[in-house]
């Protein structure tokens, strides 16, 4: 056995950091590939205010409708994916299973933009494409949340997670960034490029990532870990503690037992997973949270180039660059809303707190974003704090409630039943809000943004029990107004 030496924990923080960076770079390149076709849409579309651009079978009065119909196949194969990824992962090489499933998405992604200099028109490609790459790239959460699951511990909670969840909007802005960057030379350049990007990083994983400590002739650092994954679910048999369930989740809490406890743990029932206590209203808000995430996610730039901003209609790809605003925002809101959460020890109350202030912020940012650009700068960032907040918090949020419950403590395929169920149900959400617009925004944009303030509200109002229970606790514990632990 190692010795416990200055210079072994100093090579084990080192190990420690270089994990943080490929799993975060990895996961940023997952997003940064689900991006183009969000700053595409505005080319392939007819609809607005440039009848002359537009790319069979995407240009007629029914093209926005298909671009939904995409969202749609990529999505609910994407959410499809997961119930196996995570079981995937469990029994393979976790570097391995990573690494291939980033170049399968490189190929995957770089395979819709070669339609462009193929000529292909045909809607069945599109989607077939669109379905393939949802599949690959439910490789992705699973794996990286049971790496760094490895690595880190209770100790490493916090803000230093926080930091790292911002994988998400950091993907989504270099992915925005890079397409949008190439636009004018075709808009295939804007799938073959981050394809490109997210196979590079998948042969950097598969040549330096370090799966687990004891690989690297260290024990094990800790047992479980706070994060906030955009589709979490278990995975890593190796895992010392696994995750528990929460989610959004986009993007939660591993905790279980030893491996030779997992074993001979029994599996909880479907039905009985959802009669958890806190398992339905998070699910049902993580619906909600994602449809409204999501939309923003695959339909900001479109809005933007068919949205007059100052009278005046941008190009698409200022408008694929300017929408990274809304994932800066993003990026801010998510650190914030775990900082705060941790402060104060009540998730549901901070949650609830972000998804108000989104609601006047949805509306000041429809109404007034057409202003000027710097007001809808400003507008744009704001909205991306709040919705952005809750939408990494509700996984942290949940999968800390659950985890604490004797009913399934230890018991890891408890965890994978409500996991599933979770992130299943959230996915959903995230599949029916970029369809829904696609036939709404057909009919003028004032209906979109109507369905996503009642979407944050009813996102709201599935967490106001549990919210009730947590100020009743806090109201009389001294800690609420220290924020101690």
Same mark, same amino acid.
């Given at each position: ?17 270089? $994990? ?128 760094? =699951? ?8 916090? &803000? ?10 950091? =993907? ?26 997210? =196979? ?43 995750? =528990? ?51 923003? &996610? ?83 960032? $704001? ?64 209906? $979109? ?37």
């Amino acid at each position: 056995m190692q010795s416990k030496t200055l210079t072994p924990q100093k090579t084990l923080l080192s190990y420690q950091i270089s $994990v943080l960076a490929l799993t975060f770079s990895a996961y940023a390149a997952f997003h940064a590939s689900r991006k183009p076709p969000s700053i595409v849409k505005s080319l392939l579309s007819s609809n607005g205010h440039d009848p002359s651009s537009g790319w069979a079978p995407f240009d007629g009065p029914r093209g926005a409708h298909r671009l939904g119909e995409l969202d749609l196949a990529f999505l609910s194969s994407y959410s499809l994916g997961m119930y196996f990824s995570g079981h995937l992962a469990d029994s393979l090489d976790l570097r391995l299973f990573l690494s291939s499933g980033m170049i399968a998405t490189a190929i995957s992604t770089a395979a819709f933009g070669l339609a462009y200099w193929l000529r292909i028109h045909r809607l069945s490609f599109f989607l077939a494409v669109q379905i393939v790459s949802g599949l690959f790239q439910s490789s992705g959460w699973p794996s990286v949340v049971a790496v760094v =699951g490895n690595w880190f511990g209770k100790s490493k909670r916090g &803000l230093i997670m926080g930091v790292w969840n911002s994988h998400t909007s950091v =993907g989504n802005i270099v992915g925005s960034v890079v397409a949008s960057s190439v636009l004018e030379f075709g808009w295939g350049w804007s799938f073959v490029l981050p394809g490109i990007f997210i =196979g590079l990083v998948g042969v950097l994983v598969y040549a330096l990532l370090i799966v687990r400590p004891q690989d690297a002739g260290f024990e094990s650092p800790g047992k479980e870990i706070q994060m906030s994954p955009d589709s979490a679910v278990t995975a890593g048999t190796e895992i010392s503690e696994r995750i =528990g369930v929460g989610e959004e989740e986009e993007e939660g809490l591993i905790e279980s037992g030893s491996e030779s406890d997992s074993a001979s743990a029994t599996a909880i029932g479907f039905i009985d997973a959802w009669r958890l206590p806190g398992v339905a209203p998070y699910a049902f808000c993580l619906f909600f949270s994602k449809l409204v995430a999501y939309t923003f &996610l695959y339909w900001l730039p479109f809005y933007i180039s068919h949205t007059a901003i100052a009278g005046v209609h941008l190009s698409h790809k200022t408008a694929g660059i300017l929408s990274t605003i809304f994932d800066v925002g993003g990026v801010f809101g998510g650190i914030s809303a775990g900082y705060i959460s941790d402060k104060i020890e009540a998730h549901a109350v901070t949650s609830i707190v972000f998804l108000s202030l989104s609601i006047p912020a949805l509306i000041l940012y429809r109404v007034c974003g057409s202003i000027s650009t710097y007001t809808n700068i400003g507008l744009m960032f $704001v909205s991306g704090f709040f919705v952005n907040g809750p939408y990494s918090l509700i996984t942290t949020a949940v999968a800390a409630d659950l985890g604490t419950q004797s009913f399934i403590k230890g018991n890891s395929r408890a965890l994978a039943t409500v996991t599933a169920i979770i992130d299943g149900t959230g996915s959903v959400g995230a599949a029916l809000g970029p369809l829904l617009t696609g036939y709404i925004s057909t009919r003028g944009w004032n209906g $979109v943004f109507a369905m996503l303030i009642i979407a944050t509200f009813l996102a709201a109002l599935f967490l106001i029990h549990l919210a009730k229970a947590e100020v009743k606790s806090k109201m009389n514990d001294r800690k609420w107004f220290w924020g101690g632990n």
